[in-house]
């Protein structure tokens, strides 16, 4: 199996800090590989609040995430910082993509990068629905 392999971009457009937790951690000590894409989901929300989004009524559509993937880099320990940045990319009728890096605070490794799909849902049809205009041009101010 091919492994996965993600391009970062040189600019993200946000960055939000998250302390890890115990709870973030597995039995070995380090970040459990699931707690990557919850504070990943953390910061989405985040974005969402700061550029006053929100996720299940805007512009009549709601959105969510489609697809995911994720590069490990290194482990990451409880009492660290991550910043985790993001920029949206590939832009198309029913969404975009999220693209982001976690990083150490402190030593600036890098721990995982990523690439989260996101989709325009109807809410009441519960189907896929074409990006609201406004959507991407609030998107295209970070």
């Given at each position: 199996m091919a492994r996965i392999t993600i391009e970062l971009p040189e600019h993200f457009g946000y960055r939000t800090e998250i302390p890890l937790l115990s709870m973030h951690m597995n039995f070995t000590g380090h970040l459990d590989n699931a707690m990557v894409l919850s504070l990943v989901s953390e910061a989405r929300i985040r974005l969402w609040n700061k550029l006053g989004i929100d996720p299940v009524a805007v512009a009549g559509v709601a959105v969510a995430a489609a697809d995911a993937a994720v590069q490990y880099k290194s482990e990451a320990f409880h009492g660290e910082t991550l910043v985790v940045e993001k920029a949206v990319r590939d832009y198309h009728k029913?969404?975009?993509?999220?693209?982001?890096c976690l990083t150490e605070k402190t030593s600036g490794?890098?721990?995982?990068?990523?690439?989260?799909?996101?989709?325009?849902?109807?809410?009441v049809a519960r189907k896929v629905a074409t990006m609201p205009d406004a959507l991407k041009k609030r998107l295209e101010s970070l």
């Open positions: 029913y969404g975009f993509d999220f693209v982001w490794r890098e721990v995982a990068r990523g690439k989260t799909g996101i989709l325009c849902l109807d809410p």
